[in-house]
């Protein structure tokens, strides 16, 4: 996957991952790929919901050693 | 304008008064349609934190001036950055303490009754979930039925009325909560009872709990005696204390019944069901107050905050004891049944002491309502 930046937001509780996803996306053209990090549980739902009413397209995610891992491409 | 802090405390004695307010829930749509703070006066509007990052300007027509507004997320920072932006377009607002992970795990005690020689009875609302637990306290003892996974709420309440923990129950292997009861007996150095039946592979020692068993607490007079009363799971156990109260377990509800498909064995065990409940129970004196181990709806709270109810007044107004046909009460308890409770299997495993998440993890196995009950 070609992916233009990489947000880390491990440590970092609600809302902060998405509060920094945001401001991340804006700094990317359509269609350019943000791979985001977190440890906070609660992304997961929300990052997904946040996208979807975004217009953006979650591609993937997943989960090792308690790393949640997102990549969005940008509408 | 100000932001305050509400506790579940606070929130729940709003509960109880029947209070209005307003409760902003800010957290995804699929969690707050899945469970929210329930109150009989409490208003709602839902949007999720992560629209309102640009401003909430656009949902301040939606907030009504002359209510209490109280601002809520899962676990609190959501709600104390968007009650800050509340307070900045000139609301006063408070968020509230913890989130819904403290709204789940909170305990409300409640004095539901005297026993003989100054005895006493209380019940522990977890009013979030919907999960009651008991202690009966007797000359310097006390006994608790169906403890929560926070057992240092017990404990201290204990040590606040100078008594010693001697007898732990769980009525039945419960599927929807994490019991605090093993904890609290290795704590404590009390006994902790279990059915056998629900009890086959635990992987601890326990006191078999069979029916007619009596345990005196305190060396006076209150004795709690086992009621053998299947359905829920094969084992479940009920309690008369006192004479007294009827502790039902999740067999009888106020409103609802047990509902038997959480271990997997609806068909089988609803023969098991009806006998408890229209047999054994029967039996029972209709003066006994029925002190049930779950609510499932805020109706079912009495005025203080109790839930409590007359077997008498059961027998005449319990739907689920009042199907004579057998098809249809098979139909009531095996079809069209509630969503089960969230990790409800990996929940009876932890009960069974097979495997021991991180506490974390255990809280979030329990976000949700408890969905023991069919109605």
């Not at chain 1, 739902?45 to 946040?50: H, I, K, R, T, V």
């Not at chain 2, 640009?54 to 109280?70: A, F, Q, R, W």
């Not at chain 2, 009872?193 to 078999?208: G, R, S």
Request: some cysteine; aromatic content about 8%; glycine content about 8%.
């Amino acid at each position: 996957m070609d992916v233009s930046k990489v947000l880390d937001a491990k440590g970092l509780a609600c809302p902060m991952p998405i509060v920094r996803t945001k401001k991340a996306m804006n700094e990317l053209e359509t269609g350019e790929i943000l791979e985001i990090q977190a440890t906070d549980k609660g992304a997961k739902s929300d990052l997904a919901a946040w996208a979807k009413s975004g217009g953006h397209e979650l591609l993937k995610d997943t989960e090792e050693n308690d790393v949640l891992k997102f990549w969005i491409k940008k509408s | 304008m100000a932001v305050n802090m509400m506790t579940a405390h606070q929130v729940t004695q709003k509960v109880f008064n029947k209070e209005e307010l307003f409760i902003l829930d800010v957290r995804n749509e699929d969690a707050f349609e899945d469970w929210k703070i329930e109150g009989e006066y409490f208003e709602y509007l839902n949007i999720p934190y992560f629209e309102l990052l640009d401003g909430v300007e656009e949902i301040l027509d939606k907030i009504p001036s002359n209510k209490e507004i109280l601002v809520v997320c899962a676990k609190e920072g959501s709600s104390v950055m968007v009650a800050e932006m509340l307070s900045e377009a000139g609301l006063t607002v408070s968020y509230l303490q913890g989130g819904m992970k403290a709204w789940s795990e909170h305990l409300e005690p409640v004095k539901v009754g005297n026993l003989k020689d100054g005895g006493e009875i209380y019940q522990f609302v977890r009013i979030g979930k919907g999960c009651l637990s008991y202690m009966v306290i007797s000359n310097g003892e006390a006994a608790i039925i169906d403890t929560t996974r926070m057992t240092d709420i017990f404990v201290n309440f204990a040590t606040s009325k100078g008594v010693k923990i001697t007898n732990v129950f769980d009525t039945h292997l419960h599927a929807d909560h994490i019991s605090g009861g093993r904890k609290i007996a290795e704590q404590t150095g009390a006994t902790y009872w279990l059915p056998p039946k629900d009890a086959q592979e635990v992987t601890f020692e326990y006191a078999a709990l069979e029916g007619g068993s009596v345990v005196t607490i305190g060396n006076t007079a209150i004795d709690i005696h086992a009621l053998y009363s299947p359905g829920h799971t094969i084992g479940s156990t009920s309690f008369v204390v006192d004479e007294k109260f009827l502790l039902s377990g999740d067999i009888l509800f106020i409103d609802s019944i047990g509902r038997p498909d959480l271990a997997g064995k609806a068909e089988d065990w609803v023969g098991d069901l009806k006998e408890s409940l229209y047999s054994r129970y029967r039996a029972l004196s209709e003066e006994l107050v029925v002190l049930p181990a779950h609510f499932m709806i805020i109706d079912e709270l009495n005025e203080d905050g109790s839930v409590a109810e007359k077997l008498g007044k059961l027998f005449a107004k319990n739907h689920g004891l009042n199907i004579e046909d057998e098809a249809e009460f098979r139909r009531l308890v095996t079809e069209n049944l509630p969503p089960q409770p969230n990790a409800y299997q990996e929940i009876r495993e932890i009960n069974r002491g097979k495997i021991t998440p991180e506490e974390e993890k255990q809280r979030e196995m329990e976000i949700g309502p408890n969905r023991c009950a069919v109605r």
